[in-house]
């Protein structure tokens, strides 16, 4: 495995480096303040994309693109150390077209879309026209198993007609947001569960879309808005069908690998930004006559959390390397695993860094909060911690029965597996939430 990063990454890195010194931790504070007054659309976004659009520092999600479209072509590996760049500032990868949902919806759409919808939808989000939402997850059943989603989808002629209701559609609060990738049920009494499911493109002024509320999370509502949407008696073309009839839990687990690398690398920046601050706190603050480095607690917490952070982020590449060299399926058990740790992780040394600050570190003084916020959510967000390890310990289970010499495949190279191996396609989770 070769974790060094190209000429092109690392003069990106360089880029996005100065230009989040220079223009968006200047505005954090700005950001704060109109996203506190409950702003979807923030004053000086537009100014950050056109100036980012300018230093090449856009679509940098998109690993393969056509040369008429915008975007820079780095591979999964590139792209990830840009992520966590990006990530130490919470708002920050929007103004570089980078931001969830909208990668994982221009990557399906660019996979999966027709000539007609990338025209329609994948071209004005690419150019940062637009925003969009995936809806998938329902507060009525228990959308880590997204099999067990009940939005219905029925054809009527040369219509799809939509009923269901759906939560923790993220972006759909904004003025911006323009359509929603709609996941529900065209084919519920096909014995294979896996092949009920389909995607509709709906645009969010379609008769019958109702946004009842902007869910808070912890309490918080967010400027990324979790939206509750009623889909009722929505009607739209056939010709909004995302992909094949049927194909719609295909579509999201391929929505998911690339999604979690970014995901991942943004909150290892965010346990950057925490560990870094659980370091310099205490340095300047004295208990009992002594600086905090100098107590051997103190020194625990900083040593556990760089170990911590460098294992994650390694997980993290390897993940992004075998997807990037043998595809996502190849990757799938590493991309539950960094599912599972990243979150854990962050979690632990954004918890250290707060107990550090001690009062302050429970206030809107420091960043901590939202820190820990979104590190919690990961941690139901894309799927449930317990889901991916149950089916990280499955695939241990079944390696080990295989024999004591086929147990050791998991550490061969995924061009040397066998054919069956390959052929493996039972589906990992889609898991509630994601967005």
Not at 40 to 50: G, N, P, Q, T, Y
Not at 82 to 90: F, K
Not at 175 to 194: E, L, Q, S, Y
Request: a negative charge; one cysteine or more.
């Amino acid at each position: 495995m070769d974790f060094e990063y190209s000429e092109k990454s690392l003069e990106l890195q360089a880029k996005l480096k100065t230009f989040m010194d220079e223009h968006i931790i200047p505005r954090h504070a700005q950001f704060l303040k109109e996203a506190k007054n409950g702003s979807h659309v923030i004053s000086f976004m537009d100014d950050l994309k056109e100036l980012a659009r300018e230093e090449g520092l856009w679509n940098m999600f998109l690993p393969a693109l056509k040369d008429d479209e915008p975007g820079t072509r780095l591979s999964n590996m590139d792209y990830a150390p840009l992520a966590e760049i990006m990530g130490r500032i919470l708002w920050a990868s929007e103004v570089f077209n980078c931001s969830a949902p909208d990668t994982g919806n221009m990557e399906i759409l660019h996979m999966f879309g027709t000539d007609e919808q990338k025209e329609k939808w994948l071209k004005p989000l690419l150019n940062g026209e637009i925003r969009s939402a995936f809806s998938m997850t329902e507060p009525d059943v228990a959308s880590a198993d997204a099999t067990n989603i009940e939005t219905v989808i029925r054809r009527e002629g040369d219509e799809y007609v939509i009923n269901g209701r759906k939560w923790f559609s993220t972006g759909a609060a904004s003025p911006r947001c323009k359509v929603a990738i709609v996941m529900g049920k065209t084919a519920p009494d096909n014995p294979n569960r896996h092949e009920q499911q389909s995607m509709v493109l709906v645009p969010l002024d379609t008769p019958g879309v109702t946004i009842t509320r902007n869910i808070p999370v912890m309490n918080h509502e967010s400027y990324e808005s979790h939206c509750e949407i009623v889909y009722r008696n929505v009607r739209v073309p056939v010709s909004n069908l995302l992909g094949e009839e049927n194909a719609g839990f295909a579509i999201a687990q391929a929505r998911l690998g690339p999604g979690r690398i970014h995901h991942c690398m943004r909150s290892i920046g965010q346990s950057e930004l925490a560990f870094e601050m659980m370091v310099e706190r205490s340095l300047e603050r004295k208990t009992f006559g002594k600086y905090l480095h100098e107590h051997g607690m103190m020194q625990e917490k900083i040593a556990r959390s760089r170990m911590e952070i460098e294992q994650a982020r390694l997980l993290v590449l390897k993940a992004a390397w075998l997807i990037d060299r043998y595809g996502v399926k190849a990757a799938r058990n590493e991309v539950g695993l960094i599912k599972v740790v990243v979150p854990e992780m962050h979690c632990n040394v954004t918890d250290r860094a707060m107990q550090t600050f001690g009062g302050m570190g429970l206030t809107p003084d420091v960043p901590l909060p939202d820190l820990w916020t979104m590190a919690r959510t990961l941690k139901l967000a894309d799927g449930p911690d317990e889901v991916h390890m149950q089916t990280i310990a499955r695939m241990a289970v079944k390696q080990a029965k295989a024999g004591p010499r086929d147990s050791y495949k998991y550490m061969t190279p995924p061009d040397r597996a066998t054919e069956a191996d390959m052929r493996d396609t039972r589906p990992e989770p889609v898991g509630v939430a994601a967005q």
